[in-house]
């Protein structure tokens, strides 16, 4: 440390030449893996030591992924806003925060492996570390989330599950829209591979979302040959909602704007996360107006915008939309057809209730789109939907679009709206249940 400080005089080397000088947060020596056991608490200290020579200070963010059920995390310098503040930590002066981190509801489902995400918020020095939570002494799958293999009308999935010694089932699916690739017979203990293939409409077959909003993909039993079962329900990695946009410019939509204040962050690399401070720049929407997002910036938008506005994209990426450090929902931000869905998101499930549903197709373009109807499922029915679909969408415009479920098959549904390069697509699809089609 003598020299460095010795080589920071001035008419020598300065600080600021040396190598990482502010790298902001140290964390090579926080832990990457941990054991997860049911009903136990997990404590865990994190060394707060910068990777370069100055002070640092900053934010901490906690998540937990891989999981619907209700966990908790309790920490030393937990703010009102969620947040963990750290302040002018060195190395000669280092600083810890000490987790708690446990399930606050009894889950629904089995234990399977989580992520803890921390993201660091140092300015010029945001980065994210992943700790993975693993069940020890049980079966349980050995990864947080499903792996998208193929991202295709028929997609595949793929994750591991872990036998423990004189454990023995098979694996079994309640959702129709996926089917096993392989062996389901798990007999021997170790690590198996399993794979599922999907039909169409498979990645929207479920409405639930985890808190990266990704999909909450099929609920994964294993049925013990002692007659007992574990049921596993993960989110699917890569299916985020995407939001495409033509030139990355975006008109912010008047329907958008909310009852409350909101952040709008975006990040052109890394995960959707939220700001930790309360110092964001406020829109004036009283008139027209319009923001450039660089490298990871964030802006407030007021509540009941009145003038239309713009967003400009520095590049593709993500962007979140926060209230204070509260998620509302992601987006993966790409180059494309701007065209949206109210409500609902393009390419993820719309859901349609007993009674039908009402939706907008919103052409935010320059030119007419046409629109393209898709049936799939395997329904002994043909007659399973009324609908009233638009040929074509035109340019700055929005159609209507009317789907009503029909017929007394007890059919398991899914209606989603794709965008090519020059047509809007909306899918219908349909299947039988597991145990096949009845008459209700």
């Known amino acids: 440390m ?106 629904q489902y089995d234990l399977n492996p989580l992520r803890l995400t921390i993201f660091i918020d140092v300015e010029g020095r945001e980065a994210e570390h992943a700790i993975i939570l693993m069940p020890i002494g049980i079966t ?61 409409g498979a990645l ?31 989110a699917v990695n890569g299916s985020e909602a995407i939001l495409t946009i033509s030139d990355l410019d975006w008109e912010y939509p008047l329907w958008f704007a909310a009852t409350e204040t909101l952040t709008f962050a975006y990040a052109d690399d890394g995960t959707a996360s939220c700001p930790s401070t309360d110092v964001i720049v406020e829109m004036d929407t009283s008139g027209e107006w319009n923001w450039t997002f660089a490298e990871r910036s964030a802006i407030r938008i007021p509540a009941g915008v009145a003038a239309h506005g713009r967003l400009y994209f520095a590049a593709e990426g993500w962007l979140a939309i926060c209230l204070e450090t509260q998620m509302l929902g992601s987006y993966r931000v790409l180059e494309g057809v701007d065209v949206m869905t109210q409500p609902g998101r393009i390419g993820q499930a719309i859901t349609v209730p007993p009674f039908g549903i009402v939706f907008s197709i919103v052409n935010r373009e ?32 929005e159609v209507d679009v009317t789907i009503l479920a029909v017929g007394e098959l007890a059919l398991e549904r899914v209606v989603w709206v794709t965008v090519g390069a020059d047509i809007v697509t909306v899918h219908l699809a349909a299947r039988c249940p597991v145990d096949g089609c009845e008459a209700s």
């Open 366 to 397: 320059d030119r007419n789109l046409p629109i393209s109807v898709e049936w799939t499922g395997d329904s002994p029915e043909a007659d399973v939907w009324e609908v009233t679909i638009p040929d074509e969408v035109g340019a700055d415009s």
């Open 2 to 107: 003598l020299i460095v400080l010795i080589a920071g005089f001035p008419g020598m080397y300065p600080t600021y030449q040396i190598a990482d000088w502010d790298a902001g947060l140290d964390t090579s020596n926080w832990a990457t893996e941990l054991q997860l056991i049911t009903d136990e608490p997990i404590e865990l200290t994190l060394d707060l030591t910068p990777a370069g020579v100055i002070p640092v200070s900053g934010w901490l963010q906690f998540r937990i992924e891989g999981s619907t059920d209700d966990w908790g995390i309790e920490s030393d310098c937990q703010l009102e806003r969620e947040v963990c503040r750290f302040d002018g930590v060195t190395q000669a002066s280092p600083s810890e925060v000490n987790l708690t981190i446990s399930q606050a509801t009894n889950g």
């Open 140 to 200: 349980a799958p050995i990864d947080p989330l499903w792996l998208l293999i193929e991202e295709t009308e028929t997609p595949r999935i793929c994750l591991s599950v872990d036998v423990t010694s004189g454990d023995s089932g098979v694996l079994a699916l309640s959702n129709p829209f996926w089917e096993f690739e392989g062996e389901t017979n798990l007999s021997s203990s170790g690590t198996h591979d399993v794979c599922l293939r999907g039909h169409e």
């Open 204 to 234: 929207r077959s479920s409405t639930f979302f985890d808190s990266f909003n990704r999909v909450m993909g099929p609920v994964l039993s294993f049925e013990r040959d002692n007659g007992s079962d574990s049921n596993w329900w993960m």
